[in-house]
């Protein structure tokens, strides 16, 4: 059995921080791309951040320059740091994960259960 845990979702001023975690517990045996996606009423769920086990990163064009994804390997959990955060980004972020578990070992995909962020003044 699997979970994706995501926290640090939150209320923020225009211009300001969050910094949204998810981490991979359960029967896990190795971790491969780790993505963040957000969903706002109305639209598809987006891509905004996707890195790979190795450590190398790509982003959406809406929060380059902005927003950081990272990894830390040991305790299967992905990071999003966003900054100078726009009313725009107000959404559901969720992580989505790519593992192999100890049971039946072939890779599958997993979604977290979403982190509301809102950026309002």
């Known amino acids: 059995q699997v979970q994706l845990m995501e926290s640090g979702g939150g209320l923020v001023p225009p211009g300001g921080s969050l910094r949204l975690s998810c981490a991979a517990s359960g029967t896990i045996f190795e971790v491969n791309v780790m993505n963040w996606y957000r969903q706002t009423p109305g639209k598809e769920r987006e891509l905004v951040a996707t890195i790979d086990s190795a450590g190398g990163s790509d982003y959406a064009d809406f929060v380059k320059g902005r927003f950081t994804i990272s990894r830390d390997n040991a305790k299967n959990t992905v990071y999003l740091q966003m900054n100078s955060l726009k009313p725009e980004d107000t959404a559901v972020y969720y992580c989505?994960?790519?593992?192999?578990?100890?049971?039946?070992?072939?890779?599958?995909?997993?979604w977290g259960q979403g982190t509301q962020v809102i950026v309002s003044t």
């Open positions: 989505h994960v790519e593992l192999r578990d100890t049971i039946a070992p072939r890779w599958k995909y997993y």
